[in-house]
């Protein structure tokens, strides 16, 4: 199965919004609610940003954001910040019990 | 806290076996999934199986099938991960995360091991 389809970069200025897309099918995305996005900075260990598509963890900033419409989800930041600079995966269930993750957007924050 | 460590870095010849421990704590065990996800130099996460923390139950992605082991032991609360026949292009962080709703696959992980350099090297 291939791996759901991420830009492979996006950037931005401080203060401004950016959007992430993740596109998959309706054997994934498009059939459940379990898409989750994470941030990962090199050296480190990926965290979780949103999870069940647009639910956020308590300790994450309100400035991440999740939404999904048919086959392809979002995940958007407002008001980058220069600590917002990362690479960022989303995943997804599937109709299989497997698990797929996207294959990665590193962020620029200009 | 919540907290998975792993085992540390492994060095490995080709055709060769690793076997990456995943030691959990601060939560009950038995009653999460934990995933296994990799990743290789330059690449993408790539996500290769989970396993119950309850029954021990797997399912790996095809990649992976016929060359992965994933097993626990709940009477020290670890995770295990073995790859056989290892090729260059195993060259990887290799890292146990643990799922976050209990008894559930959501692929929400919500605490990551802090990853374990398996090299693959001839």
């Known amino acids: 199965q291939s791996a759901l389809t991420q830009p492979a970069s996006v950037s931005g200025s401080p203060g401004q919004s950016i959007t992430i897309s993740c596109t998959g099918t309706?054997?994934?995305?498009?059939?459940?609610?379990?898409v989750s996005w994470y941030q990962h900075h090199p050296g480190k260990a990926p965290k979780l940003v949103i999870f069940?598509?647009?639910n956020r963890p308590s300790e994450v900033s309100y400035r991440f954001s999740g939404s999904k419409s048919g086959s392809t989800a979002s995940l958007t930041i407002s008001g980058l910040q220069t600590e917002d600079e990362a690479d960022y995966y989303c995943?997804?269930?599937?109709?299989?019990?497997?698990?797929?993750f996207g294959g990665g957007t590193h962020l620029t924050v200009l | 806290q919540v907290q998975l460590v792993q085992s540390g870095a492994e060095v490995k010849r080709p055709g060769a076996s690793v076997k990456v421990s995943c030691k959990a704590s601060?939560?009950?065990?038995?009653?999460?999934?934990i995933n296994w996800v990799r990743q290789a130099p330059g690449q993408g996460l790539e996500w290769m199986g989970w396993?119950?923390?309850?029954?021990?139950?797997?399912k790996y992605a095809q990649k992976f099938q016929g060359r992965v082991t994933m097993t626990i032991d709940t009477s020290t609360s670890t995770a295990y991960m073995e790859l056989r026949s290892l090729k260059s292009d195993d060259t990887a962080v290799y890292h146990c995360?643990?799922?976050?709703?209990?008894?559930?696959?959501?692929?929400?992980?919500?605490?990551w091991g802090q990853g374990t350099l398996v090299t693959v090297s001839s």
């Open positions: 396993i119950s923390g309850y029954n021990g139950n797997t």
């Open positions: 995943n997804s269930y599937t109709t299989s019990g497997t698990v797929i």
């Open positions: 995360a643990k799922e976050r709703v209990s008894f559930t696959i959501t692929a929400g992980f919500d605490t």
């Open positions: 309706p054997r994934d995305v498009g059939g459940y609610n379990y």
């Open positions: 069940d598509v647009s």
């Open positions: 601060g939560y009950t065990f038995n009653s999460y999934f």
